[in-house]
Nanobody, 129 residues
Framework: QVQVVESGGGSVQSGGSLRLSCAAS????????MGWFREAPGKKREGVAA???????TYADSVKGRFTITRDNTENTMYLEMNSLKPEDTGLYFC???????????????????????WGHGTQVTVSS
């Protein structure tokens, strides 16, 4: 069974940076499609970024140029480097993974939570103004 566990959340001031990590286990990390989602109080869960097995990436418009998603297949770990953080980036950040999904589907239909079968419990990111 695939398990993913997030770490690295915290509290920063506006303009600051944080790096989130997601460790995958129970399945070869290099064979998983992986992504980051976030959920703010009172709002729907939204896709932030995703990375395919070959390293191709996609980002939500709201984080382009500020966030960078990467993966280390030798360590079965995915990262989200977040710079120039804004108060509106505050939320619970989730790591997600899937055995079947590929970037073509994401590009056609959007970064939807329904594409992912495996989820972490989330790590809190709080950005103060």
């Amino acid at each position: 069974q695939v398990q993913v566990v997030e770490s690295g959340g915290g509290s920063v001031q506006s303009g600051g940076s944080l790096r989130l990590s997601c460790a995958a286990s129970g399945y070869p990390g290099r064979s998983l499609f992986m992504g980051w989602f976030r959920e703010a109080p009172g709002k729907k869960r939204e896709g932030v970024a995703a990375i395919d097995r070959d390293g191709s990436v996609t980002y939500a418009d709201s984080v382009k140029g500020r966030f960078t998603i990467t993966r280390d297949n030798t360590e079965n770990t995915m990262y989200l480097e977040m710079n120039s953080l804004k108060p509106e980036d505050t939320g619970l950040y989730f790591c997600a993974a899937d055995k079947e999904t590929a970037m073509a589907a994401i590009q056609a239909l959007g970064l939807l939570a329904s594409f992912f079968d495996y989820w972490g419990h989330g790590t809190q990111v709080t950005v103060s103004s």
